[in-house]
């Protein structure tokens, strides 16, 4: 069956047995993903509008990209209604992940003195309802009452402990702490198309259907990375270097996968509290971007491993879309 043969409106995918899959005339190759283990955590800003929520959370959240060099995964998973808020008021709740329990707690608490504490208005919470010890904590009012220079002063409400830090348009009113859980990082696929704009359709496509879901984030910019990376580099410096099989100037020079009229490549990277997360997520966003971009230039799906070397989780393209 030809790539064409199977477009349909309904984005269905052909599962034919040894058929190559696409969807609307989409090829997605036989490939998967390769994820690793993460530590992560949720905490929810509210604020007294959704201006200030919005200010504080990405404040927070700017520069969270990878853990290659930000050394945190970190982006907005949601918006919330007062409704669903610890204080009643607007809120957004992040998803932050770590390669290790202690390095995000230390990027969690920077942070969060950095971008919430200062923000006019705001409160900090933890996200998740988790009772897990108390070396799986994060410390959030534990470390920074200390701000409050001595005149700090705490509640427990329901068993919760909270701080209430004196500041100049009132109190910071800071959950004393927020559970730790395991995460999974670097779930991600790759979007070929023959020019930019194909390939900017597609992933925007993809993050509209991505960006609702619960407990999973692309932390990239916009949801996307065009530097896609490769372990190591001829530099001995560096951990990563391009991914130079993708790179649309390299092809001929190097190993390339790209087919001729392959000129653009886009990735998307997701980190999620679960194995099923982010297959549902990955599910989504490669139907949405087959969906509205076949016709468009979308040439296929890809997905990036390293032969399995790199991490325990594997996202089969054709297992997750059947």
Same mark, same amino acid.
């Given at each position: ?19 190559? #899959? ?94 919430? #504490? ?21 410390? #959030? ?124 490549? #886009? ?56």
């Amino acid at each position: 069956m030809s790539q064409h043969d199977n477009a349909d409106s309904n984005a269905a995918p052909n599962t034919g047995a040894n058929q190559p #899959l696409d969807i609307n005339g989409v090829r997605i190759e036989a490939t998967f993903a390769e994820a690793f283990d993460m530590k992560a955590t949720r905490v929810i800003i509210t604020a007294l509008d959704e201006i200030w929520a919005e200010h504080a959370a990405m404040a927070m959240s700017g520069f969270g990209t990878s853990v290659i060099d930000c050394k945190l995964e970190i982006d907005i998973e949601r918006r919330l209604s007062p409704t669903q808020t610890p204080d009643g008021r607007p809120g957004i709740a992040l998803l932050a992940f770590g390669m290790s329990g202690g390095e995000l707690e230390k990027q969690i608490t920077r942070r969060a003195g950095q971008c919430v #504490l200062t923000c006019p208005t705001t409160a900090l919470f933890a996200g998740i309802n988790e009772d897990v010890p108390r070396d799986k904590r994060i410390a #959030l009012g534990k470390t920074l009452r200390f701000f409050g220079d001595g005149n700090q002063i705490s509640k427990v409400i329901d068993g919760k402990r909270f701080w209430r830090i004196p500041v100049m348009d009132g109190e910071f009113i800071c959950q004393h702490d927020a559970p730790r859980t395991s995460g999974i990082g670097g779930g991600n696929f790759l979007l070929v198309a023959r020019d930019i704009h194909a390939a900017s359709r597609a992933a925007r496509a993809a993050i509209g259907a991505i960006e609702s879901m619960p407990d999973v984030i692309t932390p990239f910019p916009g949801g996307v990375a065009r530097s896609g990376s490769k372990i190591g580099s001829k530099y001995k410096s560096l951990i990563a270097s391009t991914n130079d099989a993708f790179c649309p100037t390299l092809r001929g020079i190097t190993d390339s996968q790209l087919g001729e009229g392959d000129n653009a490549v #886009l990735e998307v990277v997701l980190d999620g509290l679960s194995f099923d997360a982010i297959a549902d997520a990955m599910r989504a966003g490669i139907q949405a971007a087959c969906t509205s971009c076949a016709e468009h230039g979308l040439v296929s799906i890809t997905a990036g491993n390293y032969g399995g070397k790199l991490g325990r989780h594997h996202f089969h393209l054709h297992e997750i879309l059947s």
